[in-house]
């Protein structure tokens, strides 16, 4: 029986096995997965891009890529290219395969990707409040820069402080 997960719970999991992680695949994000994509999201956000921020990014400007493991959507990641830097706007686990190294490897793949391209710098925003994400990226070695005060829509008439962080590639 599929455990049910809310957003921000993890799923006591087994660790995917090496034979599991060498079927896993990385591909460019096409429009024929938003549907996916956008399943994945809503179970994983209070508040979840819309399928128009998604559309909006499948462009030269951005890197998009999904993780797949047998055709299932495991997550998939979205970053801005800019001058010597590089940008993650979404980072997402599907809440049932979270803490199991899927983040990890796609902030991996990232920081390749970025680095083939002659980026220097990753840079992030995350929710203050987000405990989790602050604490998987900080293990993965970013600092935090500064706070954003009120960047976050946090319920009704309410705001959020996102922490910056960067990644020295
Ligand atoms: C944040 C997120 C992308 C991380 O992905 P993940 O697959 O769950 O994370 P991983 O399993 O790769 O863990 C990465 C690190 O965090 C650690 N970690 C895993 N589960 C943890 C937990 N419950 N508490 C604290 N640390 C944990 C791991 O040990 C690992 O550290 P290591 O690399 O030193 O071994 C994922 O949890 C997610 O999609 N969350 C909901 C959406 C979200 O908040 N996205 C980020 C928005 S800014």
Redesign the pocket.
Known sequence: MSQTIK??E?AQRAQPTEETRNRVLLAPMQQEDLDRVMAVEQT??SHPWTLGNFRDSLNPLFHAQCLWLDGELL?YFLAMRGVEEMHLL????A?A??????????LDALSLLSRHEGAQWLW????QS?Q??L??YE??GFKQVSIRKDYYPAGRLQREHAVVMSLKL
């Open positions: 957003p921000g993890v994983a956000y997550g979404n980072i997402t686990v809440p395969h979270q803490g199991q190294g899927w983040g990890h490897m796609m992030l925003e995350v929710r987000n989790r994400a604490k998987v293990c993965y």
